[in-house]
């Protein structure tokens, strides 16, 4: 495995490249199963920046026909903290939502505001169905009564970075999720 001058930032290891290919797998799978029968696309929707890495693996295991598209959301007010507010900065814009069956691609739910308001969202824009997948899950963050219909792990309330996961655009190309250290986001 490569190594990273930002290893040395993370604390340790919470979820391994070993670990998250076997989700990824489990994930595409399920996925598989659910849609086989379905009337309409498979509209794999990637929450940019941090989901771009899991969809993009996700995507190469479904052996589903799959079309992919990207918006950009976000609720957080600083780097560590919520806002509570989502903003929209890059929406979906298609024609053909009416046949679209979307499965909302996330990283990590926190509070499950944004993946909440998402669902909601897209089901009033007129997608035929919304679901939603993320890689990690921190339930002692929730806020909102939501669950993911996909989980691949729950993890603790840490502060987590790699595998498209960020603190100040940096970490995302760790091929790992880590727990970064305290020392880098508290100074």
Do not use: W
């Amino acid at each position: 495995m490569r190594h990273s001058v930002l290893d040395n930032d993370v604390e340790r290891v919470l979820v391994s490249a070993e670990e998250i290919d076997r989700i990824t797998t489990e994930i595409a799978e399920k996925i598989d199963n659910d849609y086989k029968d379905i009337e309409g696309k498979l509209v794999l929707l990637c929450i940019l920046k941090g989901s771009v890495v899991f969809m993009g693996d996700l995507m190469k295991k479904i052996s589903l026909p799959v079309e992919i598209d990207f918006m950009k959301v976000s609720s957080y007010g600083s780097e560590t903290q919520t806002s509570g507010r989502i903003k929209i900065h890059l929406d979906l814009n298609r024609s053909d939502i009416s046949d679209c069956n979307i499965l909302v691609v996330e990283d990590i739910i926190d509070s499950g505001k944004t993946l909440s308001y998402l669902t909601d969202y897209l089901k009033l824009g007129g997608a035929k169905s919304v679901r939603t997948c993320t890689l990690l899950d921190k339930p002692e963050r929730r806020e909102v009564d939501f669950q993911a219909d996909y989980v691949g792990r729950q993890i603790p309330d840490e502060f987590v970075v790699g595998y498209g996961l960020d603190y100040a655009e940096k970490y995302r190309a760790l091929p790992y999720v880590g727990i970064l250290k305290r020392c880098i986001y508290e100074k």
